[in-house]
């Protein structure tokens, strides 16, 4: 089996790492040199639109999945006459545009904050419709000189009304081509300057009729584009309920704990699911969080050195603002977590 994936950032790395025991062979489309995935894949040098680039992948590869929703999706679609494409170019289309992403998720009757013309009174967020990611592309706004401003300085501009959320959570899931889903527990996610700085997994006084809210919510994106592979839905949690925040239709930061955490990591799955195999298990092995390394490499020696850590580095250069790696931290119950959290946080650099 030889899967194709279009970006070769650190997702299209641990997705190799993931695929190597199961006997499938990665290769990556990527522009940038030296990427990350290139000590585990091949890679074929070259932009995501390039026909020859694309022309191989068709040819050498069993099924073509993406690690970023960044794709110009007219390449999908190209690609798709020749080798499944996994999760499809509409889902993907659809994420890139935070209106058409919201028009999805309001029509499958999934709350959302409000939009636009919803929205009465400030403070308020402005958003980039495209590309914008990490606290990019996002302007909170106070007034209306400020709104104007924003309206007029950032592209294509979508106005949100702000929710009142308790906290950020997530919850990731998996659908197969026979249509198996499956889903890992609500994680929440904690952020500084827009960048997600740790995830606890499960989240913290994660109830049942929570953990089935979110598992309602994505099943109906899941079932309503016929998706295949691991999607990822960030929502607030607001007053016991769930309002959705953004749609990711890959493998995703905040489920990267489930390499040591899960029984089946979110990555092992991907390849599962768009290699047209049965879905492995989701149940946790243990409470754990994820520590997201930004700027900076840690110390490994001293994040080593400590129990209960596992450190992911993922061969890019460090600059402030930048993921460049991250350490999940394990344990056997909530209270040895917390103490093994703030034994390690202070060894993971966030520099912004």
């Known amino acids: 089996m030889r899967l194709g994936i279009i970006g070769g950032g650190q997702l299209a790395r641990m997705l190799a790492l993931a695929a190597r025991p199961l006997g499938v062979d990665c290769v990556v489309v990527e522009p940038a040199p030296s ?24 040819r050498t590869c069993d099924v073509v999945t993406v690690e970023l929703e960044a794709v110009p999706v007219a390449a999908l679609e190209w690609l798709e006459r020749s080798v499944p494409v996994r999760p499809g170019p509409a889902v993907i289309a659809a994420a890139q545009d935070r209106l058409a992403e919201k028009l999805l998720l309001r029509r499958l009757g999934i709350p959302t904050a409000p939009f ?72 929440e996610n904690r952020h500084e300057h827009g960048i997600l700085q740790c995830t606890m997994a499960p989240a913290p006084w994660l109830t049942p009729s929570l953990q089935a809210e979110a598992e309602d919510l994505i099943g ?16 607030f949690e607001v007053g016991g309920h769930l309002v959705a925040n953004e749609l990711a239709p890959r493998v995703h930061n905040s489920g990267h704990w489930s390499i040591e955490g899960s029984v089946t990591s979110q ?32 110390d490994a020696g001293a994040v080593l050195a400590l129990p209960g850590t ?11 603002a930048r993921k460049i790696g991250h350490v999940t931290v394990t344990a056997a119950n909530a209270e040895e977590l917390q103490h093994r959290i703030h034994a390690t946080a202070p060894l993971v650099p966030f520099v912004v």
């Open 35 to 58: 990427p990350p995935a290139a000590a585990v894949a091949e890679v074929i040098a070259a932009p995501f639109d390039d026909r020859a680039a694309l022309a191989t992948l068709a």
């Open 116 to 187: 636009d013309d919803e929205v009465h009174g400030l403070p308020a967020l402005v958003k980039t419709r495209r590309g914008g990611f990490d606290g990019r592309g996002n302007r909170l706004v106070r007034t209306p000189e400020e709104l104007a401003s924003a309206r007029f300085e950032l592209p294509e501009p979508i106005v949100e009304g702000l929710v009142p959320f308790e906290r950020e959570v997530s919850v990731l899931a998996a659908r197969s081509v026979t249509g198996e889903v499956r889903c890992w527990p609500v994680v």
């Open 220 to 235: 109906r994106v899941l079932t309503d584009t016929a998706y295949v592979g691991v999607l990822a839905l960030e929502l």
């Open 310 to 320: 596992h450190l992911h580095v993922y061969g890019k250069e460090p600059r402030p």
């Open 267 to 298: 990555f092992e799955q991907h390849v599962r699911a768009v290699c047209g195999w049965p879905l492995g298990d989701t149940a946790v092995v243990g409470p754990s969080a994820m520590l997201n390394m930004v700027g900076e490499e840690a």
